[in-house]
């Protein structure tokens, strides 16, 4: 065989390879988009929406505490508006968090630039899945309340104590219940952990369905509804409170 089929052969052969390289990580690192009805979310009375350098934020009248929280890996964050919004309804600024390639962990400190962005307000993070991973190293370094989905530390914090939510589901095919309870015990000290009947992994968002996961036995905006609770009853269960604005910045008396 001369030379030049050789090189012909050489050039198809690394076409065909890099084709499937492009294929495979399209197949594993394609991002996982929110559904249409995440936007409608936004629309909710008493809540603005508003584009950050650090990602999409959710806005109360009012705030009294932020809770910034990492998605799951590959997933748009604005999956978790209509899971999140009551919460921010309920005065809590939100701050649904944009990460690099959908990779939680090659953005930890987004949650403290969302933070130095609001310094009046008391911080929360959160995370769901990989998110959440990424949420608790942060918590555990900076001392900050911590809420999970679906997710665990990485390192074993059963010998810190500071406030932490760790919600899973019944369903979950990815970090199915046995598991998520072996792992639970990473948790800091004190740590609620709540088991949601009928929820799956994907259900913590709105993202349609998840390569191996379950599908959830009940209705998802009841799914929702619930997890939004237990995330109110532990914020809530903080006493959290921004201080009041400064009397240059409070609004000046109507004139009589």
Partial sequence: MDARKLLLLFLLAATLLAAGVVGVSYHFLRPLRAEGLAREALLRPGLEAREAPYGLELIPRAPKALLAFYPGARVEPLAYAPVLAPVAEAGYLVALLEVPSGIALLARERALEAGRAHPGLPLVV???????????????????????????????????????????????????????????????????????????????????????????????????????????????????????????????????
């Avoid at 910045?249 to 004139?255: E, I, L, V």
């Fill in 126 to 256: 959160g995370g769901h899945s990989l998110g959440g991973v990424a949420a608790a190293e942060v918590a555990a370094r900076e001392g900050l309340p911590l809420v999970l989905f679906a997710s665990y530390p990485e390192a074993d914090l059963s010998g810190e104590r500071f406030p932490t939510l760790a919600l899973y589901g019944t369903e979950d095919g990815l970090l199915p219940p046995e598991e998520a309870r072996e792992k639970a015990r990473r948790l800091p000290r004190g740590a609620r952990v709540v088991f949601l009947e009928g929820l799956n992994h994907a259900g913590f968002g709105a993202y349609g369905a998840q390569r191996g996961d379950r599908p959830a036995t009940r209705p998802r905006e009841e799914l929702w509804r619930g997890i939004a609770e237990e995330v109110l009853l532990f914020l809530e269960s903080l006493g959290l409170e921004a201080p009041p604005l400064p009397q240059s910045r409070r609004s000046a008396p109507a004139a009589p």
